[in-house]
């Protein structure tokens, strides 16, 4: 079963401008991550926000964490033309070691 | 060694063929995942290995059987599946979860299964 909704489902953009992609879930986490896949390839993790975590940051990324709201934001800044890909949220429920993947957005960056 | 490998890369099978989907990783992770996908789809968990031990199953048909021989090994035996199990097949790993510190987890670059 999926957790839930990523928005938007499909987002392209100029390189240099800031990608924005928001993901909701349902249950109670202990933590949410950010993967991206390239050309239904493998995924690669990119970052994880614990749940008593609101922010982080790592590089060109800003993840925000809202559990009143059970969402987050995964912010690009600066883009690239190989940040053209697709990005999935995950959560990792309280009591059950897995991940389940929210729908996805595919980003895509024009030169 | 950071990776997770999967092999083969492409597949090809028949209904009644019977064949198997290897993955390894020498991280020292306890933890393994098979998981599927669809194009255009998110990954939908199938199996949950803990310490070699399955510990989640989602339900998954009994065509698909799961292995895990030792720690850095994990199998999954297709028998007389059907077409619409084509699909991308990733494994993943992770450390064991302790409390108050969690981890990413590695995934391969996935099994492309064409059942034909």
């Known amino acids: 079963s999926q957790q839930g909704e990523e928005d938007p489902q499909a987002l392209s953009i100029q390189e240099g401008e800031n990608a924005t992609m928001n993901c909701s879930y349902k249950t109670s986490i202990n933590n949410l991550q950010w993967y991206r896949q390239n050309s239904g390839r493998g995924l690669v993790h990119l970052i994880l926000?614990?749940?008593?975590?609101r922010e982080k940051h790592s590089g060109r990324l800003r993840v925000t964490l809202d559990t009143s709201k059970k969402s987050s934001s995964l912010l690009i800044t600066a883009s690239r033309a190989a940040d053209t890909a697709s990005y999935f949220c995950?959560?990792?429920?309280?009591?059950?070691?897995?991940?389940?993947f929210g729908q996805g957005t595919r980003l895509t960056i024009n030169p | 060694d950071t990776e997770v490998t999967q092999t083969p890369k492409h597949l090809v099978m028949g209904m009644t063929n019977k064949k198997s989907l290897k993955c390894e990783q020498h991280m020292g992770h306890r933890a393994m995942y098979w998981y599927k996908q669809k194009a255009k789809k998110p990954p939908e968990l199938m199996f949950v290995y803990s310490y070699e031990k399955l510990s989640i199953n989602e339900s998954v048909p009994s065509r698909f059987s799961p292995e895990c021989p030792n720690s850095s090994l994990l199998n999954l035996h297709l028998h007389a599946l059907q077409p619409e199990d084509s699909a991308l097949y990733l494994c993943a790993s992770s450390p064991q979860s302790q409390t108050g510190y969690f981890y990413g987890y590695t995934f391969g670059s996935g099994t492309r299964l064409t059942v034909v």
């Open positions: 995950a959560t990792e429920e309280q009591g059950a070691q897995k991940l389940v």
């Open positions: 926000i614990r749940s008593n975590e």
